[in-house]
C-alpha cells in the first residue's frame, strides 16, 4: 500500500492546480469554480453525469441568474433546454424549486442541522434532499434522478450502506463546497473533511478495485464507504483529497502498475 500512497500523493499534488480544469479536459467543476452561490454550485454537481464535454456546455449555456428572478421567467427562459434523462419541464421544475429552496433558507443551515448531530455527512445530504422535494409536488423520472430520492433506512431508522446508490453527486458536491484548495471551492467551513465521502463514479470505483482499495463488487455506498475507509489510512483527515486523481486515473485510462 505504501507504493499506492506514493502514487496517489504524486497525483494529487500533481493535480491540484487550476489549470486541470480546462475545456480540453473538462469537467463540472470548471464551470461550478466561477460561483460562490451554494444553490448555483449544487445544480452544476447536480447535472454533473454523462459525457463532461456535455455537462460542461449543458451548465455554460444555464443562466443561473433565473433563481433570482420569477417562476414565470423561468418558464419562459428555459424553454426548449432538455438534457439526457431531463426533459425541458423537467429543468424548469428543477429551476423553480432551487428559487423556492433559495428564498426559504440556505442549504449550508439545512444541511448542518441535521450533520451536527453525528458528524454524519449522509444525514446532511438526507436533509437537503427531503427539503427539496418537500418544496414541489412535481414528479417525473427525470426530476426524481436529477434530485435523488431519500435513502433507504433500516427498522432503527438509520441509513443503510448497502441498498443504497453512491451517491456521487450529492458527495462531490460536499468536496467542492468544504475542501479548500487549489481545484475545490472550500465554501463551507463548519464541515469537517475528515466526514466527507469519496463520490465514487465508475472511473474511481474500477480505479479502485485495480489498486487493490477496494476488493468489493458492487457498486453502492457501502463501497464509496470502504473506499473512503482505506484512503483515511492515507490521509486521516482529509481521505477524499484522492477522489479527482483517482477520477483523472480513470477517465484518461492511465497505465497502472
Aim: aromatic share 12%; proline share 3%; glycine share 4%.
Amino acid at each position: 500500500m505504501k507504493n499506492i500512497k506514493a502514487l496517489l500523493d504524486k497525483e494529487v499534488c500533481n493535480r491540484n492546480s487550476a489549470c486541470e480544469l480546462s475545456y480540453e479536459r473538462p469537467d463540472p467543476l470548471l464551470v461550478a469554480s466561477r460561483y460562490t452561490d451554494e444553490y448555483t454550485v449544487l445544480l452544476c454537481a447536480l447535472f454533473a453525469y454523462g459525457n463532461a464535454k456535455l455537462i460542461v456546455k449543458l451548465l455554460d449555456g444555464f443562466d443561473f441568474s433565473l433563481l433570482n428572478q420569477s417562476e414565470e421567467h423561468i418558464q419562459k427562459a428555459l424553454q426548449g433546454v432538455y438534457y439526457r434523462f431531463q426533459n425541458t419541464q423537467d429543468i424548469i421544475e428543477v429551476f423553480k424549486t432551487f428559487r423556492r429552496l433559495k428564498q426559504e433558507e440556505s442549504l449550508n443551515a439545512c444541511f448542518y442541522e441535521a450533520y451536527e448531530k453525528e458528524h454524519n455527512v449522509l444525514e446532511g445530504i438526507d436533509a437537503i434532499i427531503r427539503k427539496i422535494h418537500g418544496l414541489n409536488s412535481y414528479a417525473s423520472k427525470g426530476y426524481g434522478f436529477l434530485i435523488s430520492s431519500p435513502f433507504k433506512r433500516d427498522k432503527h431508522h438509520t441509513i443503510k450502506a448497502i441498498g443504497n446508490p453512491p451517491y456521487k453527486r450529492w458527495n462531490m458536491f460536499l468536496r467542492w463546497m468544504v475542501r479548500n484548495d487549489a481545484l475545490d471551492l472550500g465554501l463551507w467551513n463548519n464541515i469537517s473533511t475528515q466526514d466527507l465521502i469519496l463520490p465514487l463514479d465508475t472511473h474511481t470505483f474500477k480505479v479502485s478495485q485495480k489498486l487493490g482499495l477496494l476488493t468489493r463488487t458492487t457498486y453502492d455506498l457501502q463501497s464509496a464507504l470502504l473506499i473512503t475507509q482505506k484512503l483515511k489510512e492515507f490521509d486521516k483527515e482529509d481521505p477524499t483529497k484522492y477522489d479527482f486523481a483517482l477520477y483523472r486515473i480513470g477517465q484518461e485510462k492511465l497505465i497502472i502498475s
